[in-house]
């Protein structure tokens, strides 16, 4: 039976406990350098820490390296590589190919999205000389992950919701091009949420000062199933910057909806144990979300792109039909909170937000009005009594378990086993008193060993079978209750099985004999690992180039063209506008290119 697996971010130890305890089967998180988010790195203590917790529950722990290293990081890359496999985390997340020709133990090697895992030769390479995961690029439509599944068989990772990097499988050099600042070093400067204006040959505006590179958020709730049936092992959310609402309340819309996928099908199953019983209702829509987006999944639907804005719009939450001075009317379903944060876009689509300050029946009474109009559609950014019920929620994740409970020749016996047959019992010696009581001992038994609440195990059976009604003092249940739960949280520890796993130098044939920039081939160990693949001409990264990168700093499926209603297959008559297309803010001007045959288009610094 195939093992779907639920892989959640970690900002740091009390976010990564959060997304076990809500539901992930498993965790992805920084150490404390070369992670691609630089800014949400983690000390091996806490990831120790971490690593205990979620094993208890047979989830994983995965540990990002993916940046791409220099010579002089490539020691202490090593040496961390070692430390996190001795903190028994199950995996590492590389794009640095220099990695498979160290000397490092039998940790699983994950294939970083960001090693182009677009390319489908490229993916089949990375397949053929080991890699026994590999991170697919969001930008993949469901029949290409048909093909790739078809075509390799490593397990294959996709990303289901979260933040979408506008460049093609997270492979971006406009950040550093404009200021140093890597994307590929984990200090990416986020230039697609700036402003440009778009013009094409002549100077003609297409659009002005835009977020023209900014994206909406992808969620693929609808489409779980379908990836599901193609192939996809595991189903990742993105968000290692996120805050730790985010994360709870966006694993636990992506547990519930699985469990109901799961619960009709008996070909596949969740990848850890144990059950989340939570105490609210997960909603995406009222997390930071810039309007969502299935991306390129399906045939091109939905729009893609977020250009009014790149922050978080939340959820539209209704209509404005009358202001006063110092008020508004919303016609609305929802509630309306004391605190709450709710956003509109003026009439130039330009996006402003108000704190609500007083509410009364439908009439709102804001700290200010900022320009609000009659008509309106009102967004809710900031919804307070959510965010309060997630930060006090007490959702607990529960293993279930069935206990037994017996008379022996000179005392008693206690016996536990969970859902995955790990197996516990205790016995003592204890003088047998007959209990004279109306109430059978046995029910007050059964009572007191099903008291499991500050523990992992939930006890769905408790069997009592005693030769006679007997007395036994609560504090000696207690002490047998506590004592076979630490024994078979023990043997659930020892019993878990870190998969190991090696990378051996192999000849086979890398598919391109000359590689580019976009390789980030920033060290001598990358270098000797594409010419053992039979790599001929090999480009330094941009970062340690020493002449100017004259290709494509974005290759994206974005296109302007498309939502600019410019697109041959939109509009016959599209030719209003001369190319190339240039993208200007206030310092720079950069050359948009089209690949038509391939919808891509491509981003250079003019």
Avoid at 343 to 366: C, Q, S
Avoid at 568 to 585: A, G, S, T
Wanted: net charge neutral.
């Amino acid at each position: 039976m195939r093992r779907l697996e639920l892989l959640a971010p970690a900002r740091n130890l009390e976010t990564g406990i959060a997304a076990v305890n809500f539901g992930a089967d498993a965790v992805y998180i920084g150490p404390e350098k070369f992670g691609a988010r630089s800014a949400a790195s983690n000390s091996l203590k806490d990831i120790e820490k971490l690593v205990r917790h979620a094993h208890m529950y047979h989830a994983k722990v995965y540990a990002t390296i993916n940046t791409i290293l220099y010579d002089n990081d490539l020691e202490n890359a090593e040496k961390l590589i070692r430390d996190i496999y001795n903190s028994g985390a199950d995996a590492v997340i590389i794009q640095d190919m220099g990695i498979l020709e160290m000397d490092i133990p039998r940790i699983p090697l994950h294939a970083s999205t960001q090693a182009d895992n677009y390319d489908p030769e490229r993916i089949k390479f990375l397949d053929s000389i080991g890699f026994p995961r590999i991170v697919l690029a969001r930008e993949l439509s469901l029949p290409q992950i048909k093909d790739i599944r078809k075509e390799t068989k490593c397990e294959l990772e996709f990303f289901i919701h979260g933040a979408l990097c506008v460049s093609l499988s997270g492979r971006c050099y406009m950040s550093v091009s404009m200021g140093g600042r890597s994307a590929n070093r984990g200090e990416c400067a986020q230039p697609c949420r700036k402003k440009y204006t778009l013009a094409d040959a002549d100077d003609e505006i297409i659009s002005k000062n835009r977020y023209q590179l900014s994206l909406r958020d992808m969620n693929q709730t609808l489409n779980l199933k379908d990836l599901i049936d193609a192939g996809i092992n595991s189903l990742k959310i993105e968000g290692r910057l996120k805050e730790i609402n985010y994360v709870k309340n966006v694993v636990s819309h992506y547990r519930i909806t699985l469990d109901n996928i799961l619960e009709g099908r008996s070909d596949i199953t969740k990848a850890s144990s144990g059950r989340s019983y939570f105490d609210f209702i997960p909603d995406p829509h009222k997390t930071f979300n810039r309007s969502y987006t299935s991306y390129n999944l399906k045939e091109r639907s939905d729009p893609i792109s977020s250009p009014y804005t790149p922050k978080s719009t939340g959820k539209e939450t209704g209509k404005i039909s009358e202001t006063g001075n110092n008020w508004f009317k919303l016609i609305t379903n929802e509630k309306i909170n004391n605190g709450d944060g709710l956003a509109f876009f003026d009439k130039e689509k330009n996006l402003f937000g108000i704190k609500v300050n007083r509410v009364d029946h439908y009439t709102i009474f804001p700290l200010s009005m900022n320009g609000i109009f009659k008509d309106a559609i009102v967004y809710r950014n900031h919804d307070i009594l959510f965010e309060k019920n997630l930060s006090v929620s007490r959702t607990v994740r529960k293993i279930d378990a069935t206990m037994s409970f017996s008379d022996t020749k000179s005392g008693f016996k206690l016996s536990i086993t969970d859902e995955d047959n790990f197996f516990a019992s205790v016995e003592i010696d204890d003088p047998k008193e007959i209990s004279h009581s109306e109430k059978t001992g046995s029910e007050k038994i059964k009572i007191q060993l099903s008291k499991l609440g500050g523990t992992l195990f939930n006890a769905s059976d408790v069997k009592i079978s005693l030769t006679d009604n007997y007395f036994i003092p609560l504090s000696t249940l207690n002490n047998m209750r506590r004592t076979v739960v630490e024994k078979i949280l023990e043997a659930r520890l020892d019993g878990y099985k870190i998969t190991t796993s090696e990378i051996k130098k192999t000849d086979i044939t890398y598919p391109y004999k000359k590689i580019d920039f976009r390789h980030n081939v920033s060290n001598h160990l990358a270098e000797i690992f594409y010419r053992r693949h039979g790599v001929e001409i090999i480009e330094k990264s941009f970062e340690t180039s020493d002449r100017r990168i004259t290709g494509p700093l974005m290759t994206t499926k974005l296109c302007f063209k498309y939502e600019n209603s410019l697109c041959p297959k939109q509009n016959i008559n599209n030719e209003k506008f001369k190319e190339p297309f240039y993208l200007i803010d206030e310092n720079i001007k950069y050359r948009v290119e089209f690949d038509c045959k391939n919808c891509f288009m491509l981003i250079y610094r003019d």
